[in-house]
């Protein structure tokens, strides 16, 4: 019987622990957190076994995995405490958003040889472990950042794991990992926020602004809503590659704003156009920069015939479908199944009947 251990049970590590609970019922679970509240109600929903007084506490050296799902700081803290208790077999990883800073103090600390960053790219605006659940991972890619001392066979064991939580496993350098992420998680964040926070600015005291933002406008600022704790953290952790990353986006910003003072209609055109072709190469893409989408986001368990029932469901009413997909990357979609229609009546009925076969279903807001 394989024991578990956390430190944190946010909406991540408790997704963790309800996904090991159903693919690992005889395991066993121990965690301690920041909030003993947290811990305890974990406790009587039978989520986990014990309750652990810190990260040093002797019953960490039993586990074959300890789970790092604290704040990035908050883990590296606890590094110390844990290295006094961690067995030679046990694998140590953590889910956070920057991997350098965690991958140097294991470095410093002589705990290299356990090490595997984890970062899995599932999740939401929402926090906590009452919004976890037992499949938040399925087709989620969960990015792996070995380090250099750690064995394959370590390696393979976590990879493992990764697969039996149906994600999708992918090993990177925690370099290659944390430049990657400044270009498609954290700069999408500060700009979104500072376009936000451009409009709050400009408003005028009636906020017409406001008002009538809404389409395009919510879709590309939605994440502004994440945590500002959170997003504090990654931005200082991750300072040096997001502004590597930023510079060639105001570099695009400075050189559009020029052309167009300049009446230079054809390298806007241009601009659009390559930047429309690529992102519809994505694996799931809209139609135009900021057109209004009809999407949903449905939450389903990756079973034979799940997406076959939905699609079957919605063409027996009638409702044409513009597009359907798996989201692979869920770190900012409710979802495992994003379905988008051609108009919003299909989209509203689409939504009840969903609802009426018991499937949660959020929308594109």
Request: contains cysteine; charged residues 20%; negative net charge.
């Amino acid at each position: 019987m394989n024991t578990y251990g956390f430190f944190g049970l946010g909406l991540i590590g408790g997704s963790l622990a309800k996904n090991l609970r159903k693919i690992e019922p005889s395991c066993r679970i121990i965690a301690c957190s920041r909030s003993y509240e947290t811990c305890r109600n974990a406790l009587n929903q039978g989520l986990i076994d014990d309750v652990c007084s810190g990260p040093g506490d002797p019953a960490f050296s039993e586990c074959s995995m300890i789970f790092l799902c604290a704040p990035a700081e908050t883990n590296i803290e606890a590094l110390p405490a844990i290295r006094k208790v961690l067995s030679a077999d046990c694998i140590l990883t953590d889910v956070g958003s920057v991997k350098s800073p965690i991958h140097k103090a294991v470095e410093e600390l002589g705990l290299a040889g356990q090490f595997i960053g984890g970062h899995p790219m599932a999740g939401s605006e929402k926090s906590g472990i009452v919004h976890a659940t037992d499949h938040l991972f399925e087709n989620a890619y969960y990015i792996l950042t070995p380090t250099a001392e750690v064995s394959a066979l370590k390696l393979e064991r976590c990879r493992n794991f990764t697969l039996k939580l149906k994600a999708l496993p992918l090993v990177l350098d925690q370099d290659q990992h944390d430049f990657i992420t400044a270009a498609i998680s954290h700069l999408p964040h500060v700009v979104a926020a500072s376009l936000v926070n451009t409009v709050h600015d400009l408003d005028s005291e009636e906020e017409y602004m406001k008002t009538i933002a809404a389409g395009g406008f919510r879709d590309l600022t939605r994440i502004a809503s994440s945590s500002p704790q959170m997003w504090e953290s990654i931005c200082v952790e991750n300072n040096t590659n997001i502004s590597r990353v930023m510079d060639t986006f105001l570099d695009h910003m400075i050189q559009a704003r020029d052309r167009m003072c300049a009446g230079d209609g054809g390298y806007i055109n241009k601009m659009f156009e390559q930047s429309r072709d690529y992102r519809n190469s994505f694996s799931f893409a809209s139609h135009g920069p900021v057109k209004k989408s009809y999407r949903i986001y449905c939450d389903i368990i990756d079973e034979s015939g799940a997406i076959a029932t939905i699609a079957t469901v919605l063409a027996v009413n009638g409702i044409s479908i513009k597009n359907i997909s798996i989201i692979h990357n869920r770190s900012y979609e409710q979802g495992a199944l994003a379905i988008e229609f051609y108009e919003e009546d299909p989209m509203r009925k689409a939504i009840a009947l969903l609802r009426h076969h018991r499937y949660t279903v959020w929308e594109n807001d």
